[in-house]
């Protein structure tokens, strides 16, 4: 006979103390676990999120170690409330009404993720920030920021900066420096940047960089200089008419280049200078009408090339000189009314036209 059988029938024997035994452990249970009414609870989750809340609830367990106060009614914290949450590493309280940074007092020091996407936070500062010594990832999405300056962070160990959607019209030199030893991916879609500041990226460890829907109209020369670890950088929709010459130059490793719903004219040597690595370069939607001879000598790894939509009238025996690994080419909607015999001679990897 198993020992499970044994002492099922022992049990049976012993009807009232094996029910008092399962009771207890029942009690104690509950007891580590207690869910804050009306929060919900799995596993070290407590969820308090759509609950109309505007204030916290003031028993959040000890074991927590993901918080989710998102799509409530908050206006402000009190780090009180936070005491001895040890283990808390993940807070998201994001869809609140705060309207600074909040104060989450010594269990900062173990978060790693601090969302807060979808507030009203008009500034950050350094001494909101400076006591989040572990924080990776920061969402500041759809808040009311205007400018990022100098002092705006501390030294933290950020991987992932999400600032898309407020309104930032200006980046102060050296508003990144204190975050170049980690920063991966840095997102400022849909701001109000009419330039960027050459060379105002000094990150070296950043992986992707986006800019779609801003006001930059002309990027200089080096502006990118200092991030050569970046593969991507989308930048759609901003107006962008002119590139000059080197305006890409330092992007040694990057491997895709977003520039659709933009003003551009021209495809010319001069601002691809330098994008030796690039594999996807997307210009939808601009007003290209001139492809210059020799325009791909920089950019010999070019597997897919982006010109639909533009206002191409002749392609030219030289037009795509140099493009020998292209797969994808799209020129649809255009106004081609020229196509020179050898056009495409070289393109001896083009699966798709
Ligand atoms: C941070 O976490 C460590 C281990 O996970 C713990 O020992 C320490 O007490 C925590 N610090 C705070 C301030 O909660
Ligand atoms: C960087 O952080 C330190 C403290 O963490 C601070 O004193 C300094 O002003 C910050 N900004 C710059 C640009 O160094
Ligand atoms: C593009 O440039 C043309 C002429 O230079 C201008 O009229 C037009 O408004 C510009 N479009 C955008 C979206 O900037």
Known sequence: MSAAKQLLLDAAKLPIVFLLFSGLEFTLGVGERACPSPCRCVGDQVDCSRLKLGKIPDNLPPWTVQLDLSHNRLQSLHGSLFTGLRLLSEIKLNNNELRSVPELGPCSTNVTLLSLANNRIPTISQEQLLAFHSLETLDLSNNNIG???????????????????????????????????TLEVLRLSRNRLSSVPPKIFQLPNLLHLELNRNRVRRIDGLTFHGLHSLRSLKMQRNGLSRLMDGAFWGLSNMELLQLEYNNLTEVSKGWLYGLLTLQWLHLGHNAISR?????????????????????????????????????????????????ADGAFRGLAHLHTL
């Open 147 to 181: 400018e990022l300056k100098a002092s705006s962070f501390p030294v933290l160990p950020l991987r992932n900066l999400f600032l898309s959607s407020n309104r930032i019209s200006a980046l102060e030199s050296g508003c990144f420096q204190n975050l170049s030893g």
């Open 291 to 339: 492809i210059r001879p020799d325009a791909w000598e920089f950019c010999p790894k070019l597997a897919e090339l982006d010109l639909g939509s533009n206002q191409l009238v002749r392609l030219e025996e030289s037009s795509f000189v140099g493009l020998s690994l292209l797969h994808q080419l799209h020129i649809g909607n255009n106004r081609i009314s020229f196509i």
